[in-house]
């Protein structure tokens, strides 16, 4: 039965997004999502963004061109996003290639679902924090939870199996609490266990296999700690981020 943990976010989700680049972290954003969906018995897309624009001293014929080959190259791609999905989950999804920048797709997305979820190529640096400069737009700008993962070979049943629970500077609200408890036990955690951290440590997180940080008022900014941040840096496993609400 679906729970509301909060008159945000639905759990379990009924509606899972999975964003891909067709980068390993993408395959692994996938099978996550799959996982998810088939436990929930949830609809999944699985989308793909590209973005082509004319020169602006195409001539009209030129245009016409670029838009048949753009026709025909996103046949192509929804081809190969497809045999990029079934290797990746074995539950149905729906394929989708959206023309724009992969941020603003993805988060028009999230307005027909209740969790996000995609990969990272964990870039660093003071401008791009770990997540890379789509996972962290999507992050800042989502208003559904998004779950961010790494390539990962480890189970899927085992992601939930230890999780952090952490605010930033102050407990988490019940509300984020009651949805990582419904989200775990819907993809069958039973024996998992939870640990809720008013901050985001390192150490906790180099023990847990999944971690969740619930963020700050100001979806624009999310203005997460040095703490966090500097906790979540080197971070392998994948965090699932609660907007707050």
Known sequence: ????????????????????????????AVALAGFIAAAGDATLRVLHAERVDAPPYFTPAQIARLEAE??????????????FAVEATAWPC?????????????LAAAEQADLLVLGTHGRHGPARWW?????????????????????????????????????DGAAPAPAAQRY???????????????????????DDIAAASLVAIVTGPGRSSWKLSD?????LGHCARPVLFLPHS
């Open 1 to 28: 039965m679906t729970t509301p943990a909060d008159p945000a976010w639905t759990c379990p989700p009924r509606a899972v997004v999975a964003a891909v680049d067709f980068e390993p972290a993408s395959a692994r």
């Open 70 to 83: 753009r026709t025909d190259t996103a046949a192509e791609i929804g081809g190969e996003l497809k045999r």
């Open 94 to 106: 729906r394929i989708e290639v959206a023309e724009g920048r992969p941020a603003e797709v993805i």
């Open 131 to 167: 997540l890379g400069s789509v996972a962290e737009r999507v992050v800042r700008g989502s208003h559904v939870p998004v779950l961010v993962t790494r390539p990962d070979v480890t189970p899927l049943v085992e992601v939930f199996g230890r999780v952090v629970l952490a605010g």
């Open 180 to 202: 990582v408890d419904l989200l775990v036990r819907a993809v069958g955690g039973a024996g998992a266990t939870t640990t809720v951290l008013a901050s985001c440590r390192a």
């Open 227 to 231: 703490t966090v941040t500097d906790a």
